[in-house]
């Protein structure tokens, strides 16, 4: 959830054409992560009967789905604009990808960090 989160804000940031409403951020979030959740592992098991070649795709065609199905149901997310949607699209898919990769290891070494300093006490 962290990881779509700091995606959404970076999408909002760099898009003129993509606002997250400050109000109603929390629900988009819940929006937005459990579509994806749910979204996904569909997406990846119909690529995978129809065409594997597609199955790579899965995750950004869920990206496109959990974005349309948050503008939709809430008032937290808009997204205006074909161009901007496909940019939304790609960026929210690239930095949640990012982030997911990236926070596991930050959080560890933190922890890592914190474990050594109370050891050298």
Known sequence: MI????ALVVGALVLDD???DVDGFVIALLVFTAVGV????????????????????????????????????????????????VLATVLVWIVALVARLLLPFLIFKRVLAEARSTRQR
């Open 38 to 85: 749910l979204a996904e592992p569909l997406l990846r098991q119909t690529a995978f009967r129809s065409s594997p070649a597609l199955l790579g795709s899965s995750a950004l065609v869920a990206t496109l789905v959990s974005l349309v199905v948050t503008v939709i149901v809430t008032d937290g997310l808009r997204i205006s604009g074909a161009t901007t949607w």
């Open 18 to 20: 993509m606002a997250l």
């Open 3 to 6: 990881a779509s989160a700091i």
